[in-house]
């Protein structure tokens, strides 16, 4: 028999007004159980772990003093909402997340009415809370608006365009920095509590009113050199910081592990505040769950693990995984050339050049959660003559794509883009996904856009891409492990625009862009043995199309299937529009494009995401067989 973890007080909460029927004093016990039924869940599951371990006293104070949802509550990320979920009637489901129809793994407005706003990309929760705000204002509505944001997200130019314009609106919305980095030593004393309490009180902000309403008299310009010198004069007691510049009142890191910190301050600023408030919370990643306290990047994102050891289950694999593929690779590239760099946006760990960093430190950046700067980053040392490698996942590259056009396309600058995560992730479902990469790219000029097929292939793409000069390339590959094909000691360095035949047959051809190719040859063994010869091959290039290839395939067979893991508008198109424009569609040949359907495909095992999307083995034979009018008779459902 399954045991769960026994949580006689959070058996009495299921959404938050029952929150507020408990006693303040039995909060701290509260806490205990919720992480308790967070790390069961997850050890199950497998997700996010540090992050949502230690809000836990933040998200139940907040639940507990404001009236949510009617107030709004927004998460930044999402990947810290764990707890928010249990409290908010989902914790029946809890132990479905990220399943296929269970929870999202992040924030997510369909879920629930709690969740006002979905978020799983980072530094977007102050944008979002300011409309919210102001939406408020504009309806007359008695709404708060709370935004949790973390350290890492304020490193990003997004959310301090936020803070600027908040600022500048004077809107009522409270913003509470999540800081985890830093030592919970420094706020824990009490007098720290005691001039957060202070500070956030009514007396405190009423005489900053006071001070507004009189010099508003005096006229504007007045108003606001006494305002600003009021904020000065409050910064040389109490330490003036960034947030007060930009028109936030401040109060100051607190204890977000302590109740007896966290609830007299949020009442405060609930009852007193009228413009925008950024209340600094320390945290700790992990908090309470020993193993996640001890290795916190670790045990932000887990497998299934063992709740007593800690030890994730980790299936071995049969091939080592893409992104090791790419940063070993990457890491040779550069010993051969020192005016290699790469260029990171906080995931070190997820591209793999933590592996650079380590070999060549003084040539490896990582900038932050800042996309857009990466990407420009890159553009000027390529513009100086270096060979940035801007690895970036697919999901977030789209965060930078003005940059992409307008800083390196344009100007032909040769940055290197590795692309990970390319197509489905599973379990982190549709905001996650690398769908539209090589649509955005394939239509700037002058770019190369490359996708690897195996392991090998990508290592053939690296030091294709550092001996290209050209202009921008970029080269797309997957999350997970290769398919096992033998490695070269080095990559070779492709011709550009060539692709390659795998199989010849006579009748139907399957032209294959990026890790489809092993279940296109798994499809032609089932079409030959139903008497349908089938040619395939590898396109290795969207951009520039190999168009002697392509001559070839519509000339000598009777069926053309293109197949890629990306949504509409990407290889496939690239290829028909080629063939239309030289006329090679008047010749009866049946041409078919297999590609991501055009939906938000949901979280589930890659395997039945393939399937779904008619990507898989049996996907491609059934397309087949639709194309030549023919049923498949069972072919395609082996493997």
Not at 125 to 147: C, E, K, P, Q, T
Not at 279 to 291: E, L, N, R
Not at 493 to 519: H, W
């Amino acid at each position: 028999m399954t045991q769960f973890p026994e949580t006689p007080l959070l058996d009495q909460v299921n959404y938050p007004s029952d929150l507020k029927k408990l006693d303040d004093r039995e909060l701290p016990q509260l806490a205990r159980e919720v992480r308790d039924e967070m790390i069961d869940a997850v050890s199950r599951t497998g997700g996010h772990l540090g992050a949502g371990l230690g809000v836990v006293e933040l998200t139940i104070a907040i639940h507990k003093v404001f009236d949510t949802p009617n107030d709004r509550l927004i998460f930044d990320v999402g990947h810290q909402c764990y707890p928010h979920k249990i409290l908010t009637g989902r914790r029946d489901r809890i132990r479905t997340l990220r399943q296929e129809d269970g929870l999202s793994g992040f924030t997510r407005r369909a879920e629930s009415e709690y969740d006002p706003f979905g978020a799983a990309h980072s530094s977007t929760s102050i944008s979002a809370g300011l409309g919210m705000a102001v939406a408020a204002d504009l309806s007359h509505a008695d709404r708060r608006v709370v935004a949790v944001i973390g350290d890492g997200a304020m490193s990003a130019g997004m959310a301090f365009e936020a803070l600027n314009n908040a600022g500048a609106l004077d809107a009522r919305l409270i913003v509470i920095l999540n800081d985890n980095d830093m030592s919970i030593a420094q706020p824990t004393g009490a007098m720290s509590a005691y001039l957060a309490r202070l500070a956030s009180g009514r007396t405190y902000m009423g005489i900053r009113d006071i001070g507004k309403k009189l010099t508003a008299y005096l006229g504007k310009s007045v108003d606001r050199a006494i305002t600003r010198a009021v904020t000065h004069a409050r910064g040389y007691v109490t330490g003036g910081t960034l947030f007060e510049e930009l028109g936030f009142y401040h109060i100051g890191p607190i204890d977000g592990h302590s109740f007896d910190h966290l609830l007299p301050v949020l009442r405060n600023v609930r009852d007193n505040a009228e413009g925008p408030v950024l209340i600094h919370v320390v945290t700790q990643k992990g908090k309470g769950y020993a193993p996640a306290e001890a290795a916190a990047d670790k045990y932000h994102g887990v497998n299934k693990f063992d709740v007593i050891t800690g030890a994730q289950a980790k299936a071995k694999p049969n091939a080592p995984s893409y992104t090791s593929v790419f940063a070993d690779a990457l890491v040779q590239e550069a010993g051969f050339d020192d005016k290699i760099v790469g260029i990171t946006a906080a995931m070190p760990n997820g591209t793999g050049l933590d592996k650079l960093a380590e070999a060549y430190p003084a040539r490896t950046f990582d900038v932050g959660i800042a996309e857009q700067h990466a990407v420009t980053f890159a553009a000027g040392l390529a513009a100086e003559g270096y060979k940035p490698f801007t690895a970036i996942y697919s999901t977030f590259l789209q965060r930078g794509y003005d940059q992409v056009v307008h800083d390196v396309a344009i100007q032909g600058l040769p940055v290197r883009f590795p692309i990970d995560r390319a197509g489905f992730v599973g379990a982190d479902g549709p905001t996650h996904a690398g769908s539209f990469d090589t649509t955005f790219l394939a239509t700037l000029p002058g770019f190369v856009v490359m996708a690897a097929a195996d392991e090998a292939e990508l290592k053939h793409m690296v030091r294709t891409a550092a001996a290209y000069d050209d202009g921008p390339i970029s080269f797309r590959y997957p999350r997970g492990e290769g398919v096992g094909v033998e490695m070269p000691a080095r990559g070779e360095i492709l011709q550009i625009g060539k692709g390659r035949i795998m199989k010849e047959g006579t009748k139907v051809a399957l032209l294959s862009f990026g890790t489809r190719l092993a279940d296109c040859l798994l499809a032609a063994e089932d079409l030959d043995a139903a008497g349908l010869s089938t040619t395939v091959a590898d396109a290795r290039f969207a951009k520039p199309l190999d168009h002697e290839l392509i001559r070839q395939l519509t000339n000598n067979h009777e069926v053309l299937v293109t197949i890629e893991e990306g949504a509409v508008g990407g290889f496939g198109s690239q290829v028909m529009h080629f063939m239309a424009g030289e006329g090679l569609l008047d010749n009866g040949l049946k041409v078919r494009s297999l590609a991501l359907p055009d939906i938000w495909m949901e979280q589930a095992k890659p395997e039945v995401m393939y399937a779904k999307a008619g990507l898989d083995r049996a996907g491609i034979v059934s397309t087949v067989f639709k194309a030549l009018g023919q049923k498949g008779l069972g072919i395609g459902a082996a493997g």
